[in-house]
């Protein structure tokens, strides 16, 4: 079956720099978008990065554009998150997303476009 398992959350203090893992297994890597996805204490899940299967394109939401970076290695079947001068603000659940696609060059946003997701990891950042 498939599976996707986040790694790397954890506190850090504002201004700092964590970096997020998925690793993905069961499905066809290269045939699937990968995005972030976050979600705070008393708020709704929000976009937060997307990458094309192909890496030629990115989308990011306007709050974490120039602070984070996604990227993925397809011969890993890996896809990360380098979140960089962190605000506390960026408190929440991460969780990693793939969905299937057979255009190299999109990235989604919404998450209804998402088949399967991981359990999430917990980022705190405290001031």
């Known amino acids: 079956q498939v599976q996707l398992v986040e790694s790397g959350g954890g506190l850090v203090q504002a201004g700092g720099s964590l970096r997020l893992s998925c690793a993905a297994s069961?499905?066809?890597?290269?045939?699937?978008?990968m995005g972030w996805f976050r979600q705070a204490p008393g708020k709704e899940r929000e976009f937060v990065a997307s990458?094309?299967?192909?890496?030629?394109?990115?989308g990011y939401a306007e709050s974490v554009k120039g602070r984070f970076t996604i990227s993925r290695d397809n011969a890993r079947n890996t896809v990360a998150l380098q979140m960089n001068s962190l605000k506390t603000d960026d408190t929440a659940v991460y969780y990693c997303a793939a969905g299937r696609t057979y255009n190299a060059t999109a990235y989604y946003r919404e998450g209804n476009n998402y088949d399967y997701w991981g359990q999430g990891t917990q980022v705190t950042v405290s001031s």
């Open positions: 069961g499905l066809t890597f290269g045939y699937f978008v």
């Open positions: 990458i094309s299967t192909s890496r030629s394109r990115t």
